[in-house]
């Protein structure tokens, strides 16, 4: 009796177990790189607004960028942001495509570093190399950033390795 109680058990534990793995959601692996650098490309053109539809719109999310301190929400990072670039005619952005990018589930979050070009309308030129910081989690379809941090190293030095050139995925758009 004993051993047919131990036996039923260890195999409704193999059955249960096996259950769980065929009832988890299967969720698949997602190219974050030429993402990555559609959201540069959107903020190159210097309008938020080309850049809403990668971020959520949750009211509590925060976003550090190069200053101020921080943003709460994605109007608060849109109005500050247009704002900050308000003395500007142009810019480009441009990760180093080094960085490493981590998926699980329906979070992601990846770093890089990068460099900009920003043009102010007196016709002076700003480079910045950057780094970046950003996490994404799955909203419906889309893959929306959540919380970001932007900065630049202290001194403006830039990084110690620099391709020659950009990797193909990260010109993408």
Not at 29 to 35: T, V, Y
């Amino acid at each position: 009796m004993v051993r047919r109680i131990g036996i039923c058990s260890l195999l409704l534990a193999i059955g249960l177990s096996g259950q769980d793995k065929k009832s988890a959601p299967k969720v698949e692996r997602f190219d974050f790189r030429p993402l990555m650098q559609q959201i540069w490309d959107a903020w190159g053109t210097l309008d938020p607004a080309n850049t809403a539809k990668f971020y959520s719109k949750g009211p509590k999310h925060t976003f550090f960028d190069l200053a101020p301190m921080k943003y709460t929400g994605w109007n608060e990072y849109q109005a500050g942001v247009k704002k900050a670039f308000a003395d500007y005619s142009s810019a480009k952005f441009t990760l180093y495509a080094g960085g490493h990018v981590a998926q699980r589930g329906n979070f992601a979050w990846a770093e890089d570093t990068g460099h900009g070009t920003l043009v102010k309308k007196s016709g002076a030129r700003d480079d910045l190399d950057f780094r970046w910081t950003v996490l994404w989690e799955k909203e419906g379809p889309d893959w929306l950033i959540i919380h970001e941090h932007v900065s630049v190293p202290m001194g403006g030095s830039a990084p110690a390795t620099r391709p020659a050139s950009p990797s193909p995925s990260a010109t993408k758009k």
